[in-house]
């Protein structure tokens, strides 16, 4: 265990200090504020204050985590070693505030600031401090998290940390579970019409093969990426999209036995849980329903959720969740834009800003969807920067979280070579 003295023990300060030492460095936390009983600690100890008490291991200590709410903060960012640092001050053991600027990122307090949203109302990678400051492709939380580790073990000699080992999650998202399949007679003529005007006859073609059951539907891939999970390590997530037919929403109804069918298929083998609709984001009423249907089929209690277009509302889609008993959000990431939209590959619990507490909700940042490599044209360029994030992931031991569509496993000429992307990832735990 480690002792910390700061003169006030707020929520945020133990919030993120627990969330640093626990969850990434391995080793409990404890706090005071009184200063005898710093003194007379023996164990391992440092202080988080404005001052230096006396030549102890120090951080100096900025406002952040001693204030309520949140205010637009000026914020300077600078080089620390090979990696990017803010609340600087030279005058402590680590040469800024450590803390005060993981809460920032973590808490995504930005995204509570005015800011301008894209089309679907998301808050835009363009519109980040990581972005703007060169180091949204890096889990930077994680990486000041390991040279605290190490500036501690050296003042510390017998200082023990718990190492945590490089984890996978691989998400698969099922905003539709066909794409030409049990879809209608209109929406059929509907998508014929469409083809003829785009001069595709291929897919008319397909269109009607699939129909007449002669050719299978080219987004029904799920056997294919069960058998890809049988020869994983772990085990993994499908979020399946039950909401009605809405112009941002295309899946098809769940009166549709076969859709049925594939959900309870799935659960045999891996983890389901609900990619919400678009507006069951600002709606709990539609959320409940949505979590009714699929805890229905599957026989189990919802557990985990992605919203459809990667879109949170702050603070109150985190709050639908919590209050519907869902436990884990897998949301957190950009969908056109490979990075660490929370500069971490730590799952971390929610923390409202607004009611100024740690919620149950365990937020899991991704940092890859396959949306975003297709910006690169060269399969080589694709593989190379895959492994590369990858690889940073592995240098701290945190877990490396992508989304695929079941779609993204079909023949459709954008997708070509993904499952070779697919299988790089799935086997990165390999050799470990």
């Not at 005071?32 to 200590?61: C, M, Q, W």
């Not at 834009?337 to 500069?343: D, E, H, M, N, T």
């Not at 923390?351 to 890859?368: G, H, R």
Request: hydrophobic fraction near 40%; aromatic fraction near 16%; include cysteine.
């Amino acid at each position: 265990m480690i002792l910390v003295y700061t003169p006030i023990i707020t929520r945020r300060i133990e919030y993120i200090f627990k969330h640093i030492f626990i969850n990434i460095i391995g080793i409990k936390v404890s706090f005071t504020a009184k200063i005898d009983e710093f003194v007379s600690f023996e164990g391992p100890k440092f202080s988080y204050a404005p001052k230096r008490l006396s030549n102890e291991f120090h951080i100096k200590s900025t406002q952040i985590l001693l204030e309520q709410g949140f205010s637009d903060i000026d914020i300077e960012v600078k080089k620390w070693d090979e990696t990017k640092c803010f609340f600087y001050n030279e005058k402590g053991s680590i040469p800024f505030d450590i803390f005060g600027a993981s809460f920032y990122l973590i808490s995504r307090y930005e995204e509570y600031l005015p800011h301008l949203k894209d089309d679907y109302g998301r808050f835009s990678f363009e519109e980040s401090i990581a972005y703007k400051n060169d180091f949204l492709d890096e889990p930077t939380v994680d990486i000041w998290a390991y040279k605290l580790k190490e500036a501690l073990s050296t003042f510390f000699p017998n200082i023990i940390f718990k190492n945590r080992k490089y984890k996978l999650k691989t998400i698969i998202d099922v905003p539709s579970v066909f794409y030409y399949k049990n879809k209608g007679f209109l929406r059929t003529i509907s998508g014929v019409f469409t083809d003829l005007v785009r001069l595709k006859p291929k897919n008319i073609y397909s269109r009607f093969l699939v129909i007449f059951r002669l050719q299978k539907d080219p987004y029904d891939t799920f056997k294919w990426i069960i058998n890809k999970q049988k020869k994983s390590s772990s085990k993994f997530l499908f979020f399946f999209l039950v909401g009605k037919f809405s112009t941002y929403d295309k899946n098809i109804s769940l009166v549709k036995q076969s859709f049925v069918n594939i959900i309870k298929f799935v659960s045999d083998y891996s983890r389901v849980g609900l990619k919400l609709s678009f507006f069951a984001l600002n709606n709990i009423d539609v959320l409940k329903k949505e979590k009714l249907d699929i805890e229905s089929i599957t026989n189990r209690d919802l557990m985990i959720s992605r919203n459809s277009f990667s879109k949170i509302n702050l603070p109150t889609n985190y709050r639908d969740l919590i209050k519907l008993n869902i436990k884990e959000d897998y949301t957190m990431g950009y969908v056109n834009k490979i990075g660490f939209r929370a500069s971490t590959c730590s799952p971390f619990l929610f923390y409202d800003i607004d009611n100024e507490m740690q919620t149950p909700l365990l937020v899991n940042p991704y940092n890859f969807m396959d949306y975003s490599l297709l910006q690169i044209n060269s399969f080589l360029d694709k593989k190379e920067k895959v492994i590369e994030m990858i690889n940073k992931v592995k240098n701290v031991n945190g877990t490396f979280t992508s989304v695929f569509h079941n779609y993204t496993f079909s023949n459709e000429k954008r997708w070509h070579r993904f499952k070779e992307i697919f299988d790089i990832i799935i086997n990165s735990k390999h050799g470990q």
